[in-house]
C-alpha cells in the first residue's frame, strides 16, 4: 500500500497528490507513468508522474476528475492510502540536444509535459512552453513550467487569461514571428494533440504526443490500448505513451476513448458514499496504524 503524503485541489476537479514510492521515485525518467488501483475492487486508472523527489522517496501525480473512480480519489482523506501503484511504466521520452525545443500543454496535459520540459532543458536545449485551458482556472502548474522553460505563453478559449485562443494559435503566431523551432512535444485533450501535429507537419517540425489511452493491465496483454499508428496497430502501455504525432490515427482514438462514456456516467451516478467500516481504505487505514 502506498500513503499519501500531501494532497490538494489545485483547479477545477484537479488533484495534486505527492504519495510515498521510494523505488519509483529512483527509478522514473520523464515520460513514463503508472497505474493505480484504490482499493481491491477498483479500477485500474494510468496517471502520468508529473515529479518526483529520489531523496525523499515521493511521486507527484495529477488526476482530473472524469468519472467514478477519479472522483473518489478526489474526495478520499489523506489518512487513506493506495492499494497499488505500478511503475514506473513506458517507455521513457527520448531526450536529446535539439536546439529549440516547443513543448505545448493543453489542460491535464501540462502535468505529463513538466518533467518532459525539465529533462529537454537540462539537455541544453533552448525551451519554449505554450499552456492551454478552457478558462484562467484550468492552467495549471503555470510556476513548475516557468522553471522548467526559457520563456511561457499561455492562451485561454475565453481570454480570462493570457491570449484568448487556443495553443494552435500561439503556436502560429511564434512561428510568424521568427521563432524556429526544431523539435516538438504535445499534450492534452485529443482534439488538441491532434490540431498541433496538423500545425507542425505543415511547419516540418517532428513532433511527438503522449496518448492518453484506455488502458487496463499496462503490459501490453489485454490490448484495451491498442491504436493505430503509421498504419500499425500499436500499444500505448508498453510501445509508447509518446508516439510520432504526424502518424497517429487521432480519429479511432477519439472513438476508442468514448466508447465506454454511457457506462462510466453510470457508474458515476449509482456510486454511494461509502461508509467508514465499509471503506476499503479505512482497513488500510489500520494498516499504516500498525494494529492490522
Not at 514510492?21 to 515520460?31: D, F, H, L
Not at 521513457?92 to 516547443?102: D, F, K, L, Q, S
Not at 520540459?117 to 536545449?125: I, L
Amino acid at each position: 500500500m502506498f500513503q499519501i503524503l500531501e494532497k490538494k485541489i489545485i483547479a477545477p476537479g484537479v488533484t495534486q497528490a505527492v504519495l510515498l514510492a521510494p523505488e519509483i521515485a529512483r527509478s522514473r525518467k520523464a515520460g513514463q507513468f503508472v497505474i493505480l488501483r484504490f482499493y481491491e475492487k477498483g479500477e485500474r486508472i494510468p496517471l502520468t508522474i508529473a515529479d518526483a523527489d529520489p531523496e525523499k522517496g515521493t511521486i507527484t501525480i495529477i488526476s482530473q476528475r472524469t468519472g467514478k473512480s477519479t472522483a473518489y480519489f478526489e474526495e478520499m482523506p489523506i489518512s487513506e492510502g493506495i492499494l497499488d501503484v505500478v511503475g514506473p511504466l513506458g517507455h521513457p521520452t527520448h531526450i536529446e540536444r535539439y536546439g529549440h525545443v516547443v513543448c505545448v500543454g493543453g489542460g491535464i496535459g501540462i502535468a505529463p509535459i513538466h518533467p518532459i520540459a525539465q529533462a529537454f532543458r537540462a539537455a541544453g536545449n533552448r525551451v519554449t512552453s505554450i499552456l492551454g485551458g478552457r478558462t484562467r482556472d484550468l492552467v495549471i502548474l503555470e510556476d513548475w513550467m516557468r522553471r522548467a522553460s526559457d520563456e511561457v505563453y499561455i492562451a485561454t478559449d475565453d481570454g480570462s487569461y493570457g491570449q484568448k485562443g487556443f495553443v494552435t494559435d500561439v503556436l502560429k503566431e511564434r512561428a510568424e514571428k521568427g521563432d524556429h523551432f526544431d523539435f516538438a512535444v504535445a499534450i492534452g485533450p485529443v482534439p488538441m494533440m491532434k490540431a498541433v501535429s496538423g500545425l507542425t507537419k505543415t511547419m516540418g517540425i517532428t513532433t511527438i504526443v503522449s496518448l492518453n489511452a484506455i488502458m487496463v493491465d499496462g503490459t501490453g496483454m489485454c490490448g484495451a490500448c491498442r491504436i493505430t499508428v503509421g498504419g500499425e496497430t500499436k500499444f500505448v502501455c508498453v510501445d509508447g505513451p509518446e508516439f510520432d504525432g504526424h502518424k497517429v490515427d487521432f480519429v479511432q482514438l477519439m472513438h476508442r476513448l468514448n466508447m465506454f462514456k454511457d457506462q462510466e456516467r453510470e457508474a458515476t451516478a449509482a456510486a454511494q458514499p461509502v461508509k467508514e467500516d465499509e471503506n476499503p481504505n479505512c482497513i488500510k487505514k489500520r494498516a499504516f496504524d500498525g494494529k492490522e
